[in-house]
């Protein structure tokens, strides 16, 4: 599994990590079974949030890390509506206890909200401060608000951004990974897999994903993902409820694709035009 440096945080992450959403829908121990195969595969990364299952998917993440918490990159993230600057402190804790840990290693907002980002900041400070999260980002921001949070916190504090980012959804590419670049912030790319809408093997995109596949000995969904992973800045975190589908996942921490490949992908799943961004008032 390839290990690259997270951002500011100065820790080796791997380049395939586990989302968690939606895991309290599936078997909880087949869930917990894929997230430790996943684990012993060096997918240590591994996101989960408070909003999932309310809270019940943190639950499910302690379970599966109990034991073994030293070896994981454990993400969480405060709803916005939550995020005031009281509130993100008191959620932290409770999200701490449901996980069973004492820090988490990133705390992100999920998204941006209406309270002021300035009291969402000084609280991850705090929660730095007092070592009970390690390093803190955001989710789901785009180049203005990406602004607004440098400007309020400064140089070096960003630790990622979480955002939608699969073959068919490469947005993220005109101006939210060129910024992120720019300040050293890591780009987490979430539904990796389009949330269950992968191209299927007979579609055009699917049969160019399969021919790249089987000249590495690997899987069309690998090829994906180590598409999205190709650049120094990129992580991505497919959730799999199933052992097997960690176990294919992790195997695309190792893959490497030729340019001609990369190429090839990419013109087959074009990047499209740019959208509009709002500034941020
Ligand atoms: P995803 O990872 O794109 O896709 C998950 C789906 O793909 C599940 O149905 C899963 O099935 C299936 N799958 C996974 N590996 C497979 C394999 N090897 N073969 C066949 N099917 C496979 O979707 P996602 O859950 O939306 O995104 C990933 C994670 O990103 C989330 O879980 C969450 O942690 C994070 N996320 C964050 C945000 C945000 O706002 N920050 C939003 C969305 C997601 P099984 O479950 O049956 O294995």
Not at 84 to 92: E, F, I, V, Y
Not at 109 to 119: A, F, M, R, T, V
Not at 232 to 261: M, Q
Request: proline share 6%.
């Amino acid at each position: 599994m390839e290990l690259r440096r997270f951002g500011p945080t100065g820790h080796m992450v791997p380049v395939i990590g586990q989302g968690s959403w939606h895991l309290e829908d599936d078997d909880p121990a087949l869930a917990i079974a894929a997230l430790r195969l996943g684990l012993d595969l060096g997918m240590t990364h591994i996101d989960t949030a408070e909003l999932y299952g309310s809270g019940s998917v943190e639950e499910l993440v302690g379970e599966a890390i109990a034991g073994c918490r030293d070896e994981v990159f454990l993400v969480s993230k405060v709803l916005p509506e939550n995020a005031s600057r009281a509130g993100t402190l008191a959620a932290c804790e409770k999200s701490l206890a449901r996980l069973g840990t004492d820090r988490l290693d990133s705390y992100l907002l999920h998204w941006p909200g209406d309270h002021p980002l300035e009291d969402t900041i000084a609280a991850f400070e705090q929660l730095r401060q007092e070592g009970k999260i390690l390093s803190w980002g955001l989710s789901n921001f785009d180049a203005p608000n990406l602004d607004l949070a440098l400007r309020i916190a400064g140089p070096g504090r960003i630790a990622c951004n979480q955002v939608l980012y699969h073959l068919r959804e490469r947005a993220i590419e005109h101006a939210v990974i060129p910024w992120c670049e720019r300040h050293g912030v890591v780009v987490t790319a979430y539904s990796p897999f389009g949330s269950g809408h992968f191209p299927g093997p007979r579609s055009k995109g699917g049969r160019v994903l399969e021919e790249i596949a089987a000249a590495h000995d690997a899987t069309a969904r690998q090829v994906a993902l180590r598409f999205l992973a190709r650049k120094p800045s990129t992580f991505a975190i497919p959730k799999a409820s199933r052992p097997d589908h960690a176990g294919e996942n992790a195997g695309a921490g190792d893959l490497r694709l030729t340019r001609a490949e990369l190429a090839r992908i990419d013109k087959t799943f074009p990047l499209g035009a740019r959208p509009r961004e709002l500034p941020v008032i």
